[in-house]
């Protein structure tokens, strides 16, 4: 596997292992949920972004990561 394909399965393996598919589909709507805010965030208008303390160059990069790219605190 590579780099984002191998980080997709290492977030996979710990919620399908739990014997339960209840944290596995948590995780999924938690990282869809996490899609959807990104790319809402790609449509803001400038003044809203400024209004956030985010730049336009920001709020793209921000949009362009992967879904299952999520916060620290998500994989503990």
Do not use: C, N, Y
């Amino acid at each position: 596997m590579k780099g984002s394909a191998m980080r997709l399965a290492a977030l996979i393996r710990p919620a399908l292992s739990a014997h339960s598919r209840r944290p596995f589909l948590q995780w999924l709507a938690q990282v869809l949920t996490l899609a959807r805010s990104r790319q809402a965030l790609s449509r803001l208008d400038d003044h809203l972004l400024r209004d956030i303390g985010l730049t336009r160059d920001q709020a793209e990069a921000e949009a362009r990561r992967r879904a299952w790219d999520v916060p620290l605190h998500w994989k503990l």
